[in-house]
């Protein structure tokens, strides 16, 4: 099969390669002596990946610490069921499904996977691969960030940093469709891309203070840094700060902070593609390319808006 690899991670992104790799052997999964139960095989039809995966130590290390190398990156998928290891229930060959892929095992930018099927979730007929790729990362992180760790409900107010990027657009129609008051930020250039994905007010953080948004009871941030430290005195007595970006480096004075990594979950993944076919949610896709483009895409010669998405069948 065909499939992006990546050896050093010192290169980053330059450091891609298409190679051809052994499709994973069906016999064996199936048979009492390879079994991980609970695996499926998926046939991809369309991958995401996520702009920092290079720079986590499961792209190039296993659970005990060994060296995975040359590891396939890429954790988000929408594709076909082809095949089932031995005692799998909950699926069937044939069906379409979307998910998150396990951090530390080979991912999806290839043409099969292998990943446990309790990651993965039916895909609607109605909803496209490439709208199913799409939605895997941002979609479950939006929605544990807003509603595990950052409890929100509605009547309440969001700052959503990022509100025009991946994640943050994503987190900014599911907090409006909560019933919170959403109030967006990022570079100027997404303003209007921001509010056309729920923001209600938009705070440019070239040029606008933060300091004049006053008290929210939630703060979704991707960026971290001096913009997470600052956004820490903005919520209010038993509000959260919840982190996308790693550990918060400030605290707020009379609430929470919490930072996480996204997990995978069969009913949030199926919360939000129903909204999608309701017409109450959509993707952040800017740029589709093909697996043979992949390298290309995941390298471009300017600043990128939305989400790439690898079509890796037709």
């Known amino acids: 099969m065909k499939a992006i690899v990546v050896t050093d991670q010192a290169a980053g992104t330059a450091g891609m390669r298409l190679v051809e790799r052994p499709d994973p052997d069906v016999a064996r999964l199936a048979s009492l002596e390879g079994a991980n139960y609970g695996d499926v095989v998926v046939q991809v039809h369309a991958s995401g990946f996520t702009w920092d995966e290079l720079e986590w130590p499961s792209t ?34 044939g069906e379409r499904v979307f998910g998150l892929t396990d951090w530390t095992r080979d991912g999806t930018l290839a043409e099969y996977v292998v990943v446990e099927a309790r990651n993965l979730a039916p895909l609607p007929g109605d909803v496209d691969f490439t709208t199913g790729a799409g939605l895997v990362m941002s979609g479950l992180t939006a929605w544990q960030g807003l509603f595990e760790h950052g409890r929100l409900r509605a009547g309440q107010s969001v700052l959503v940093h990022g509100a025009a990027g991946t994640v943050g657009s994503m987190a900014a129609q599911l907090a409006r469709e909560a019933g919170a008051y959403v109030i967006g930020t990022g570079r100027a250039g997404g303003r209007q891309t921001a509010l056309d994905f729920g923001a209600q007010e938009f705070v440019d953080l070239e040029n606008d203070s933060l300091k004049d948004v006053g008290g929210v009871d939630l703060v979704f941030d991707v960026f971290g840094g001096d913009i997470g430290r600052q956004s820490a005195g903005l ?24 930072d996480f990594v996204v997990m995978p979950d069969r009913t949030q993944l199926s919360e939000v593609v129903r909204r999608v076919r309701d017409g109450r949610l959509r993707t952040n896709i800017g740029n589709i390319a093909t697996l043979d483009g992949a390298v290309a895409a995941f390298n471009p010669t300017k600043r990128a808006r939305g989400k790439t998405v690898i079509r890796v069948r037709p």
């Open 235 to 258: 919520v209010r007595t038993g509000g959260t700060l919840v982190s996308v970006a790693g550990v918060p480096e400030a605290r707020p004075a009379e609430g929470l902070a919490v």
């Open 60 to 93: 190039w290390i296993d659970r005990l610490g060994r060296d995975r190398t040359p590891s396939i990156p890429g954790h988000e998928l929408a594709g076909v069921v082809t095949a089932l290891s031995y005692g799998t229930a909950g699926l069937s060959v």
